[in-house]
């Protein structure tokens, strides 16, 4: 690295780099970095303080890196000793996270995979079990009901992920073949609910009307999707019963109309 000092019009016109929008003074420090004395890799202008060689920063250690502007990158570092103490305080977060783990520090990484594959196969297995809860009336909803020549299965469930209610329902209308299911979720004080219909009912009953009436009942509004699966919620948790009775009451009134 050298440096030397120019006014901001000498330093641009050897080709220095300056940045747009700065201000600088009538001296300037151009700092050139690299290659030869000729030809260095980097040159740049800049009316801060510089070290006079690299060997005064000591250990540098970049913690971030980050877009400012198009085509600009910027990185944020900590230096000398401050480097120094935020690597002593890494390696002491390393150690512990290993001591909780009960392996050497550099088997952490494969200790947390292997512990990461057993989370989602338990997930996996949990979904399983309460897709085979619901789907065998192990729910609080009943059976399945004959509503004005239709079959309902309707199903009330407890702390069931959203994101598993659409699988649910589509089990749901295989086993009932032709009709309307409704699976309601009551999930840390708020209601999930999907409704879904076979596509031989579609053109008489539609699932969105059908949810939407059971969002009502959960204190929700709205709700949407398609003919054959629509999904909405509520914020009260306490209604999932009164959801599905709201939808088999929604249906009736559709079949006899």
């Known amino acids: 690295v050298t440096t030397r000092l120019m006014t901001p019009d000498e330093a641009i016109e050897a080709g220095a780099m300056a940045l747009f929008g700065e201000k600088y003074g009538e001296e300037v420090r ?8 000729e030809k260095p890799y980097s040159v ?33 570092a900590v230096t000398g000793a ?26 952490l990484p494969a200790r947390i995979n ?30 399945q009901k004959d509503i004005g020549g239709i079959a309902f299965a309707g199903r009330a469930v407890v702390d069931v992920p959203a994101r598993e209610l659409k699988s649910l329902a589509d089990d749901l209308k295989q086993q009932v073949g032709s009709g309307v299911v409704a699976v309601c979720a009551a999930t840390d004080g708020k209601a999930s609910l ?32 398609r003919p054959d699966m629509a999904q909405a919620g509520g914020p009260d948790a306490t209604k999932t019963d009164a959801a599905l009775a709201a939808i088999e009451k929604a249906l009736a009134a559709a079949v006899s109309g």
């Open 30 to 37: 151009v700092v050139a970095m690299g290659g030869s004395d």
């Open 44 to 76: 740049e202008l800049c009316g801060g303080t510089h070290a006079w060689r690299t060997g005064d920063i000591g250990l540098f250690k970049i913690l971030s890196e980050s877009a400012v502007a198009a085509g600009v990158r910027r990185i944020e």
């Open 82 to 107: 401050a480097a120094l103490a935020y690597l002593d305080e890494t390696e002491k977060l390393l150690r512990e996270a290993a001591g909780a783990l009960n392996v050497p520090p550099d088997q």
């Open 114 to 143: 292997a512990l990461m594959d057993d989370r989602r196969r338990l997930e996996t297995e949990l979904s399983e079990t309460r897709r085979k809860l619901a789907t065998g009336g192990g729910g609080e909803g009943g059976g």
């Open 194 to 225: 999907v409704v879904g219909v076979t596509d031989d009912l579609t053109d008489r009953v539609s699932a969105v009307d059908l949810v939407r009436v059971g969002s009502a009942a959960l204190g929700g509004k709205g709700g949407g999707g």
